[in-house]
């Protein structure tokens, strides 16, 4: 019975059907591969489309008020959670390095209607060599939390990626210590620079922070505008404005030919312009900013040839209170001042005395220290001084200049860079003394007496009598005033050469 029913099912199975003549095994044995067909191609459209949902997890950009909270601005202070620390002494401020962290609220204030207000980490001052670096976690708690009302514009990762084709090695114009800068051109044509700043043991942040705090919300044509930043992940990233003609240092010691495009006139520019920059810094902000690392790479030119001081990173806040502060010494080799290298006392006169070696690198065309002279050369302002003891103010002029300068146009000028570079930090002149000076059409002279008449224009108060005495009698040289000079290698004070 069981080998009858089998026989009838193959003698079924094999007959022909009317679908072309097709025999029914074949029929049943097509529709059931179709069966699979289709099984398996929705079973990987299924697969393909869980993949996809699951890479766009990965890369969905973090929820910025996430990131950075936002608040408002002029707001009052928040009640702090730990008691406030004493204000700052008259003098030295030890606990900047020593305090255990807790916060305290930095205002920044710049006109009357421009307050930006934010908690500022006590004791983030670095140790040892080494910058603070701190969990990223913690990194939201200090990075400035801007109203969208307030300074500077929210950039998206994805709008910096567009205005750099992605971060093209193309798009690099420099590589600084902090990280590296590109050149970028957002939608609306404007051409930006970004600083991708490296996440190096928290270094990010805390250059992050600090541009932040010291130029956010200032505007001056003679420094570098901070447009905004992106703070997105780990990244952090600051915009500024573009400034379109390279930096001073490759000007003055590139390879521009045997004649320099820096005239006489387009240097003293560079340099008064960079003298307001930082008068504004010192004199028209409270709490006053001291840069910390002028030299001439930090120094921006437009094709215009106006300068602008950029690269904030190192610059430290400094109240009213205090006459210093003591921190680590940082800056750049060569423009350091003598007292903030030995004792770690730092205020705006260390800028002062940068700004000094800035404008005898301007002058000379040489940098602040160079190996590859001769021994009495290798230090700049050794050298400056020799010569003009020597009487030789000319013999210091950048042999690429394209035409000398008048005697007493080159002789203001060293004069300047003598008494901004003085040893004794008390006697240099302030920044809007400087621009005074440089300004003076007439002769150094009047300009001495017209100080001397407004004591807060330029001497410092501590100005003893014998200073004063020493003073007039260098103005007295009035035209001959280095020619006349007589200068001793130790004599470093630029008073005693203009005593003589
Ligand atoms: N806003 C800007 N516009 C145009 N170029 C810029 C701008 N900011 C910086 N640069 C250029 O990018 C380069 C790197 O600048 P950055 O300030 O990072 O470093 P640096 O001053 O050369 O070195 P370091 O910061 O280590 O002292 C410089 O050559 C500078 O000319």
Not at 31 to 55: E, M, Q, R, T
Not at 205 to 219: D, L, N, P, Q
Request: charged content about 25%; glycine content about 6%.
């Amino acid at each position: 019975m069981h080998n009858t029913d089998t026989a009838t099912m193959n003698d079924q199975l094999s007959n022909q059907t009317s679908i072309f003549g097709l025999r029914l095994y074949v029929i049943l044995g097509i529709i059931v591969g179709v069966i699979i067909v289709l099984l398996l191609f929705f079973i990987s459209i299924y697969l393909a489309f869980k993949h996809n949902n699951s890479k766009k997890t990965k890369t969905t950009i973090p929820n910025i008020s996430k990131d950075v909270p936002e608040i408002t601005l002029d707001v009052p202070p928040q009640p702090d959670p730990s008691p406030q620390p004493d204000p700052p002494s008259e003098q030295s401020h030890p606990e900047e390095e020593t305090a255990p962290l807790s916060y305290k609220r930095i205002q920044f204030e710049i006109g009357k209607n421009h307050r930006i207000s934010y908690p500022e980490q006590r004791g983030s001052v670095e140790h040892s060599g080494e910058r603070e670096s701190r969990p990223l976690d913690q990194v939201n708690a200090v990075i400035p939390q801007v109203s969208h009302l307030g300074w500077g514009h929210w950039y998206t990762l994805r709008e910096l990626e567009d205005a750099t084709n992605e971060f093209s090695p193309d798009n690099v114009i420099g590589e600084g210590g902090y990280g590296i800068v590109y050149h970028g051109i957002l939608k609306d044509n404007t051409n930006i620079a970004i600083k991708n700043l490296l996440n190096n043991r928290g270094q990010a942040e805390r250059e992050f922070k600090v541009e932040v705090e010291a130029i956010g919300r200032v505007r001056h044509k003679n420094l570098v505008r901070l447009l905004g930043y992106c703070a997105e992940g780990a990244h952090r990233m600051l915009v500024y404005e573009f400034v379109d003609n390279g930096n001073l240092e490759q000007w003055l010691h590139g390879d521009v030919g045997p004649c320099s495009p820096l005239t006489w006139e387009i240097r003293m520019n560079i340099i008064l312009g960079t003298a307001k920059g930082l008068t504004y810094l010192h004199e028209g902000l409270e709490p006053k900013v001291v840069h910390r690392d002028i030299k001439s790479s930090n120094i921006l030119l437009s094709k215009q040839w106006n300068s602008k001081v950029s690269d904030f990173g190192l610059a430290k806040l400094l109240s009213p209170e205090s006459s210093y502060i003591t921190t680590r010494v940082m800056g750049t080799f060569g423009y350091v001042a003598p007292e903030y290298a030995s004792t770690g006392m730092l205020n705006e006169r260390s800028d002062v005395y940068s700004f000094g070696i800035l404008i005898m690198e301007v002058i000379t065309g040489r940098n602040p220290v160079e190996y590859s002279r001769p021994a009495e050369e290798v230090n700049l302002v050794e050298w400056l001084k020799k010569m003009v003891s020597n009487r030789n103010p000319e013999g210091v002029l950048d042999p690429k200049l394209p035409e000398k300068p008048t005697s007493r146009a080159l002789k203001r000028a060293l004069l300047v860079a003598l008494r901004c570079t003085d040893p004794n930090a008390q006697k240099r002149p302030k920044m809007g003394h400087v621009i005074h000076m440089l300004e003076a059409e007439d002769s150094p002279y009047k300009e001495e007496r017209r100080v001397r008449r407004d004591p807060g224009v330029g001497s410092s108060p501590t100005t003893s009598i014998e200073d004063r005495s020493k003073e007039e009698a260098a103005v007295s040289i009035d035209d001959g005033m280095l020619e006349n000079e007589k200068c001793t290698n130790e004599t470093s004070s630029n008073h005693e050469v203009e005593k003589q």
